[in-house]
């Protein structure tokens, strides 16, 4: 497959995965949303890495 194939993949995954909670639990995406925004911005940064470390980590495991 064309390596855009791919990457136009991926985004569109992200999308439907970002998309999951606040269609299944408006309430819930809100409450979270509300308490990320009082973290700093030093925590915000190292959740953003620990989630990029993480998918980095599966997509090697799974792509061999």
């Known amino acids: ?3 855009a194939t791919v990457v ?3 985004v569109a ?3 439907i995965i970002e998309g999951m909670l606040p269609l299944i639990s408006p309430r819930k995406y809100r409450q ?3 308490e990320i925004s009082q973290l700093g911005d030093t925590q915000i940064r ?3 890495l620990a989630v990029m470390i993480i998918g980095v980590v599966v997509m090697f ?3 061999g």
């Open 46 to 48: 190292n959740i953003g």
């Open 1 to 3: 497959k064309p390596r």
């Open 32 to 34: 979270m949303v509300a």
């Open 13 to 15: 995954l992200v999308h």
């Open 61 to 63: 495991l799974v792509r």
């Open 8 to 10: 136009f993949t991926a």
